[in-house]
């Protein structure tokens, strides 16, 4: 078959991508990998002979893979190594670990039945792929694949608003700011991050934390449905009527159950908002603590406001900065009043748009520097918040020696109101109990700039949350939960979520993905059946 009707043939197969499937059989047992693929346009003869072949190097596997994908799609949309296009893609990475993976080939679908050809070609040729939406993560291989193919959305982009306005349509290859600037003309948003460069894909599938949780829950509870590149190529649209029990695990399940290829989530009104960071001095840390608390509890009763802490080290000083946003644009609203009442050495609180306030949190995260993330979660305790910063300043001294580190111990909550709306439209995957909050998640974010000292930080955060889990379950209030957007490479997200939630996600990965492609061809991270890397330190 010649390229020309390669291509024609391609784009003629386009509509058999959306034919729903067998609901009792997703996959049937003598599924045709190749066959799909010729459905699809694609000529499998040049590689018929790699399917599935337990002698065939994992190199020459992503050679032919990559081979496929450039004549078919041609090379504008197959990058290829030592190309400036793929260098300008390996550097544009949020941290140092990710720029450092170097994938076989970098390949940017144009629609979402370019994906399906992709995940039936890794299949066929047993190359192994990733895929990247923001690429903000902090540990080698979550969103590129080394010596795989990763798979760049950043062509699929477009956001959308359906007749009445109530669902925007958005593609993975967008990140928060991009979303909100479309949506920003007809004064609406959508849940969505706190930073303008955070990716659509990642932060929903796992979680997502907005300025609007305390009134309408996290990301992943307000989105209406999910289409989503199934393991044998196949596009569903998943939602709370249809395929509900995979639209329920994408809601936490992370890369697990298939490529998201659009998100429609609810739109919300997006007025002016307040927002900035006020900074104390260590001699108010007791009264910053008391006034957190304090604020949690009262989430109940004021659905508007949205807060972290950041303790941290600057300039030879112990600072705390508490960043407080408010979803109205009100000065002084009462519920901060704990906060305002505390000497601050500064506060640069203003009326902004939904847009600055993100760019201005995205300021604060520069890339190109090497990360960790590592979180904990308990149960809310103004005793133990209090011994955990102290317990962190104290030891902040073993790597003060490390060349352009800086550590940050932050303070969020899960509260009551965000617990609640977690069992909206079928409930989600996390496994958090509503009855019981609310949940001080805590989380240590840290940069520096040499791999000579990534054993020295690892094992320093590794020591640090050896002891305040220690601590917490001597008093009573250890929750295994782990949230997936703050989580270490070494941690076991799923297992977190409970046995229950966590074999009800195994099932529906193998009614789905019956040949577990998303567990062995995918490999990343927070994976359902295997471990977390193991921590070496």
């Given at each position: 078959m010649s390229l020309l009707l390669q291509f024609a043939a391609y784009f003629a197969a386009c509509s058999l991508a959306l034919v729903q499937a067998d609901k009792s059989v997703f996959e049937p047992a003598d599924f045709d990998v190749a066959a799909a693929l010729g459905n699809y346009g694609v000529n499998t003869s040049a590689i018929a002979s790699l399917e599935i072949s337990k002698e065939q190097s994992t190199e020459s596997a992503c050679l032919a893979a990559c081979g496929t994908l450039t004549s078919v799609f041609g090379s504008h949309r197959v990058l290829a190594e030592n190309t400036p296009a793929y260098n300008n893609f390996t550097g544009s990475f949020w941290s140092a670990q990710q720029e450092e993976v170097k994938p076989r080939c970098v390949f940017k679908p144009a629609k979402n039945t370019d994906v399906s050809v992709i995940v039936l070609l890794s299949r066929l040729t047993g190359?192994?792929?990733?895929?990247?939406?923001?690429?903000?993560?902090?540990?080698?291989?979550?969103?590129?694949?080394?010596?795989?193919?990763?798979?760049?959305?950043?062509?699929?982009?477009?956001?959308?608003?359906?007749?009445?306005?109530?669902?925007?349509?958005?593609?993975?290859?967008?990140?928060?700011?991009?979303?909100?600037?479309a949506l920003e003309p007809y004064?609406?948003?959508?849940?969505?991050?706190?930073?303008?460069?955070?990716?659509?894909?990642?932060?929903?599938?796992?979680?997502?934390?907005?300025?609007?949780?305390?009134?309408?829950?996290?990301?992943?509870?307000?989105?209406?449905?999910?289409?989503?590149?199934?393991?044998?190529?196949?596009?569903?649209?998943?939602?709370?009527t249809k395929y509900s029990d995979l639209y329920w695990a994408l809601r936490g399940g992370g890369n697990n159950l298939g490529l998201v290829t659009k998100f429609n989530l609810y739109t919300i009104p997006s007025p002016m908002m307040r927002g900035g960071a006020r900074i104390f001095t260590q001699d108010h840390f007791s009264d910053v603590l008391g006034a957190f608390v304090k604020v949690v509890h009262d989430a109940p009763r004021d659905p508007y406001a949205q807060y972290y802490i950041a303790f941290v080290s600057a300039k030879g000083a112990n600072i705390a900065s508490a960043e407080l946003t408010y979803s109205k644009d009100v000065a002084d609203p009462a519920i901060f009043k704990p906060f305002r009442s505390i000497p601050a050495v500064s506060d640069t609180t203003s009326s902004k748009t939904l847009i600055e306030q993100c760019d201005e949190i995205n300021s604060l995260n520069p890339i190109g520097l090497r990360e960790v993330y590592w979180t904990v979660a308990v149960q809310l305790n103004e005793e133990f918040a209090n011994w955990a910063v102290d317990y962190f300043f104290s030891v902040l001294p073993q790597v003060s020696h490390v060349k352009g580190i800086n550590p940050a111990l932050i303070y969020q909550a899960v509260t009551e109101p965000m617990l609640k709306n977690m069992t909206k439209y079928g409930g989600n995957a996390l496994g958090l109990d509503p009855a019981k909050g609310p949940v001080h998640l805590m989380h240590i974010s840290c940069w520096w700039a040499d791999t000579f000292d990534d054993k020295t930080i690892y094992k320093f955060v590794n020591d640090f949350w050896d002891t305040v889990i220690a601590k917490a379950k001597d008093m009573g209030i250890y929750n295994r939960w782990i949230y997936m957007n703050y989580a270490s490479e070494f941690q076991d997200v799923i297992a977190s979520?409970?046995?229950?939630?966590?074999?009800?996600?195994?099932?529906?990965?193998?009614?789905?993905?019956?040949?577990?492609?998303?567990?062995?061809?995918?490999?990343?991270?927070?994976?359902?059946?295997?471990?977390?890397a193991v921590f070496p330190y």
């Open positions: 190359c192994p792929f990733a895929a990247r939406s923001g690429g903000h993560a902090a540990f080698a291989g979550a969103s590129s694949s080394p010596g795989g193919i990763t798979i760049w959305f950043k062509d699929l982009n477009e956001v959308t608003l359906n007749g009445d306005k109530s669902v925007a349509s958005v593609e993975p290859g967008n990140v928060w700011g991009q979303v909100y600037k004064g609406l948003a959508t849940l969505g991050g706190r930073a303008s460069d955070i990716g659509v894909g990642g932060l929903t599938t796992g979680g997502g934390i907005s300025y609007y949780s305390n009134e309408y829950g996290w990301v992943l509870d307000n989105v209406e449905s999910f289409e989503v590149v199934t393991a044998s190529g196949q596009i569903v649209t998943a939602s709370e979520y409970g046995d229950e939630n966590k074999d009800r996600l195994q099932s529906v990965a193998g009614k789905y993905d019956p040949k577990a492609v998303y567990q062995t061809l995918q490999p990343g991270y927070f994976k359902l059946n295997r471990v977390p």
